[in-house]
């Protein structure tokens, strides 16, 4: 059985990268990727410049659509919190 490709603009390694940080150090990133199984997942990170401590956590996405749901929920809620929102590099 074949698999499927992942959409184009999905792959393994990040397409587009949202970044948030705060004036005390912390940031948070998050991207969409797809795992080992082929699955979308939303793949966050967080931790400070400041110190190694952080860490990364995958959540599932059942679409491409609830991947970038799931990325502005977050994005708000970065927002809420004072993280600032900058651009990749």
């Known amino acids: ?3 499927e490709k992942p959409p184009a603009s999905i792959g393994t390694a990040p397409q587009e990268m949202k970044l ?3 004036r005390d150090g ?3 990133a998050a991207w969409i990727s797809t795992n080992l199984f082929n699955e979308l997942e939303v ?3 967080w931790g400070s410049t400041y ?4 860490g990364t956590k995958a959540l599932p ?4 659509s ?3 749901t799931i990325v502005e929920q977050i ?3 970065r927002r809420q919190h004072r993280y600032v929102e900058r651009e990749n590099q």
Request: hydrophobic share 45%; no cysteine.
């Open 1 to 3: 059985m074949a698999r």
């Open 75 to 77: 994005s708000k809620r």
């Open 43 to 45: 793949v966050t990170a």
């Open 66 to 68: 609830a991947a970038i």
């Open 51 to 54: 110190s190694r401590a952080g």
């Open 61 to 64: 996405a059942a679409t491409e």
């Open 20 to 22: 948030w940080y705060r």
């Open 26 to 28: 912390r940031y948070f």
